[in-house]
């Protein structure tokens, strides 16, 4: 799921319905994306962002959120510009 989309969206007053007028979908469409059912294009991924004026990764590839998750199941993330070839 896009929880870092999901939330800007609602802190913005914005719908799901908006969202997918923007990007010329359907509803439900986009739904599935922001569930994470599908993935977003990356055409998708820059409107969304520059509507939001804010960078692609500060929404879609959140490793802070990832690695949150992680660390509260006792695992820890490591993003992969960090990892080494063992």
Known sequence: MQYLLDSIRRSKKITQEDMAKLLNIDVRTYQ???KGVTQFKQN???IIAKFFNKKIDEIFFTYKLRESRSLANGVRYMPPNKC???
Request: net charge positive; aromatic share 12%.
């Open 84 to 86: 080494r070839r063992i």
């Open 44 to 46: 998708e991924m820059f």
């Open 32 to 34: 599935n994306k922001e």
